[in-house]
């Protein structure tokens, strides 16, 4: 297989030496109970090229939690699952500016929520698989199954029920979504479904090779399956650059400049247009709740390479 960088093997593991000094000033998140056990210590990076090269370094094969990862494979298939114009009209597409889990706006925007990134936007976004299928996380998996080629991607249950059980925050947006008509199937059934495709369990080279079509035009890693039109690659692109990150998302171009989508379980991935996707794991987190260590990663990483979209 071709390895048209190879200088990366050494690269990833001289920015994870560096990067991993960053650990102990961040926190692992606590409010999902099941996330508070995940040793902080862990740091995995993976590239999966649109060639289908890839390159690792450190914890890069060891399963974690993708949480809303999760929210781009949901963006996909509900825009398969019911189209783009039905979907875009119960979703914005503009940087929201608050926490993932706020409700503020939700209540002044008449249960508009800002992006499909954002928890409320991505329940909302859940809703439509939800409603329109009998087994929505089935058919999520075998999505991310197929994007990523690998079988063996599974649900990890303790992790969904530690976050059923705690999940007042996300239980209270989707019954004010429900309230404000934007919600079609039970706010029970939409919880479940999300709560379930948080917690997929995945590892960074998984990870990187599912988001190869996002910097393919649409292809798979693997098979150069085509998986997606690149008008939708252009756009989902363009909401990971201005939402993916949340409130954190302007600080994250300004340091990054690449597009990216974070996880509370420590995960980052970001797309190179034409040329890779590169995910990287550290389970502490900075205040907005995006992985401390791995924002430091990529900075490096753009730095080093001079490779971001500008
Ligand atoms: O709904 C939640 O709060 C979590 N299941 C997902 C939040 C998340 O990953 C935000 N990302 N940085």
Redesign the pocket.
């Known amino acids: 297989m071709s390895r048209p960088l190879p200088d990366f093997d050494t690269l990833l593991d001289d920015i994870a030496a560096e990067a991993r000094k960053s650990i102990g000033r961040g926190k692992v998140a606590d ?2 109970p099941a996330l508070a056990r995940i040793s902080p210590d862990k740091f995995g990076m993976a590239i999966c090229g649109v060639d289908g090269s890839e390159y690792v370094t450190g914890d890069a094969d060891e399963r974690f939690s993708i ?3 999760s929210k781009v494979f949901t963006l996909i298939l509900a825009l398969q699952t019911i189209g783009s114009n039905a979907l875009w009209r119960r979703v914005g597409r503009e940087p929201s500016g608050t926490a ?2 706020s409700l503020v706006q939700l209540e002044s925007e008449q249960g508009l929520p800002r992006n499909p990134f954002i ?1 409320a936007g ?1 329940i909302v976004v859940t809703d439509a698989i939800t409603a329109h299928s009998v087994s929505p996380v089935l058919q999520l998996l075998s999505l991310v199954r197929r994007f990523s080629g690998k079988e063996q991607i599974y649900i990890d249950d303790v992790v969904a029920r530690s ?1 059923a059980e705690h ?1 007042h ?2 239980a209270a947006i989707a019954h004010l979504l429900k309230s404000q008509g934007n919600l079609k199937a039970r706010v029970e059934d939409v919880l479940v479904t ?2 379930r495709q ?1 917690a997929i369990a995945m590892t960074c080279r998984d990870l990187a090779r599912a988001f190869v079509p996002l910097a393919n035009g649409g292809k798979q890693w693997e098979s150069g399956e085509k998986l997606m039109t690149p008008l939708r690659v252009k756009r989902i692109n363009s909401l990971l650059l201005t939402c993916g ?2 409130d954190g998302v302007g600080n994250f171009a300004f340091r990054v400049g690449i597009p990216a989508k ?4 420590g995960g980052i991935v970001a797309i190179i247009p034409g040329k890779f996707s590169i995910c990287v794991w550290s389970p502490e ?1 900075d205040e907005l ?2 992985s401390l260590a791995g924002t430091r990663a990529l900075e490096l990483f753009a730095r080093k390479t001079k490779l971001s979209i500008f």
């Open positions: 409010y999902i949480q809303s990862i993932f889990n928890n991505a976050e999940g925050r996300n999300y709560y948080c990150l949340y974070s996880g509370v379980g987190l709740g995006n």
